[in-house]
């Protein structure tokens, strides 16, 4: 994990976008994350891509997916031991 000392590396950065999207990192360590954003190209633009998706994906309504995928889906989830 990064530190006053060590700035976050851009594996740290990949292991924290989640939180850091959802808002849940601590302040320090939330803009630790901003400015190496700031200054990295590759995971600012690996951050967008993120959003772009994420933005596709809420704007995708259920009933425009196939019956197919849905089932795929259910049984994926089943075999990985979640609720389906």
Known sequence: MPSRRNPPTCRDVLALLTEYMEGGLPPVLAGELTRH??????CGRFLESIR?????????RCDQVPEEVHARLRAFLRAAGGEA
Request: hydrophobic fraction near 45%; proline fraction near 0%.
């Open 52 to 60: 772009t998706t994420r933005a596709a994906v809420n704007r995708l």
């Open 37 to 42: 954003l700031e200054g990295c190209v590759a």
